[in-house]
């Protein structure tokens, strides 16, 4: 699971010990039982330290057998050194294979990192990543359904991507909708509505 950082008095204390932490100290804590440690420190390598070394580790982690390292490492890459995104082009095709991921919440950061690298860097087989995505559009899981809309305004907008997110709009689940229509309002924003009726 990742954690959503709250203005609370753990978040606080443990970000600032951690800030104070060494790099190798920071790897150790992807590794920790407890969620909200590993995300804080995958949220300071992803902001401070954005190198090759951080890459690998996480390259390491979403070959884990352990589910909660996979979802990390999927964390990590998908963030990692925003906005530069130094690492985007290498880290498409590990992310599309996570996509195959039988645990649901590696399968939601992995769709949700997708979306965040394309925000910034589109790519280069923007149409295949779209295609394994829209398959998920029917997954049964409510989360991997929102994740899946929010990415897929993210990346090139096609024909197919404009029908699969008028489909989410319809869900069953609300927070599917309300995801779907805020995956509509990004497209528009950057297409024109004039794209929704062509």
């Given at each position: ?6 203005e ?46 951080s ?26 050194g ?75 907008t ?13 869900d ?27």
């Amino acid at each position: 699971m990742i954690y959503n950082l709250e203005e609370g008095l753990f978040d606080t204390f443990v970000w600032k010990g951690m800030e104070l932490s060494s790099i190798n100290e920071l790897y150790t804590y992807l590794h920790d039982s407890d969620y909200r440690i590993r995300t804080i420190a995958a949220k300071i390598i992803q902001a401070k330290y954005p190198t090759k070394d951080s890459y690998e580790k996480a390259l390491g982690l979403i070959k884990s057998n352990q589910a909660n390292e996979r979802e990390i490492g999927a964390y990590v890459l998908g963030q990692l050194g925003t906005p530069i995104m130094p690492f985007a082009l290498e880290t498409y095709p590990l992310l599309e294979e996570l996509l195959e991921d039988e645990d649901i919440e590696v399968l939601v950061t992995s769709i949700s990192s997708i979306g965040h690298l394309a925000t910034y860097q589109k790519p280069e087989n923007s149409n295949t990543i779209a295609s394994k995505l829209i398959k998920l559009a029917n997954h049964k899981n409510a989360d991997v359904r929102s994740s899946v809309a929010m990415a897929l305004a993210s990346l090139q907008t096609t024909d197919e991507i404009r029908d699969t997110i008028k489909v989410l709009e319809a869900d069953q689940d609300i927070e599917v909708i309300e995801w779907a229509k805020i995956a509509q309002e990004i497209i528009d924003e950057e297409y024109g509505t004039e794209i929704r009726n062509s």
